[in-house]
């Protein structure tokens, strides 16, 4: 798969990345978000061109650490299998969602906006400004816009589902 086709989610990807590099060096030493730390880390579904990227990405790994992912899916179905001694084996490849957890995020919620990030990260501190928050509704909807485009490009036979398990996603491609 050329990256032509995944170009609008690479984008998108470098955009929230680079979000996410502002709040980190505004907020230097005060975040506890690293490697090894995966308070956050589910078992989660996403959209189609995030499971392509993330397949792509599977099949650059070695065939060893590729078969042990495989078994860790079928021995523990409910948790990430990309999770190995607390550290993500394809964080490159992670999903917006992996790459926007534990930061300042916005959402509506019951006709109000409400402001959550992970517990133990920015300790101490009280207010966020605006251009740190990540709006996870617009960021939603530029997603699902992007997935769109890419579904459109692309012929599969049978149709792909709205989201794809993880676990699912990493052998799109095989």
């Known amino acids: 798969m050329s990256n032509d086709i995944l170009e ?5 990807v470098q955009r929230v990345d680079s979000h996410t590099r502002r709040v980190d060096a505004a907020f230097s030493g005060r975040m506890a978000c ?9 078992y989660l579904s996403i959209f189609p061109v995030e499971a392509f990227a993330m397949a792509r990405a599977f099949l650059n790994l070695d065939q060893d650490r590729r078969e042990r ?11 990430c299998p990309l999770l190995v001694d607390h550290v993500c084996v394809l964080y490159h490849a992670r999903p917006l969602i992996c790459r926007t957890h534990g ?16 517990p ?6 009280q207010h966020f400004d605006q251009e ?3 709006s996870l509704d617009q960021l939603n909807q530029v997603l699902f816009a992007v997935n769109a ?10 149709l792909l589902p ?4 993880i676990g699912d996603a990493l052998f799109l491609l095989a």
Do not use: H, M, W
């Open 8 to 12: 609008n989610y690479i984008r998108l």
């Open 34 to 42: 690293k490697k090894g730390c995966d308070a956050c880390c589910r």
């Open 69 to 79: 992912i495989n078994a860790r899916i079928k021995e523990a179905p409910e948790v």
């Open 103 to 118: 930061y300042p995020v916005t959402f509506e919620s019951d006709g109000a906006l409400q402001v959550d990030f992970c």
């Open 120 to 125: 133990l990260n920015f300790k101490g501190v």
């Open 132 to 134: 740190i928050l990540i």
């Open 149 to 158: 485009r890419f579904l459109d490009q692309i012929d599969t036979e049978p």
């Open 162 to 165: 709205d989201r794809i398990p």
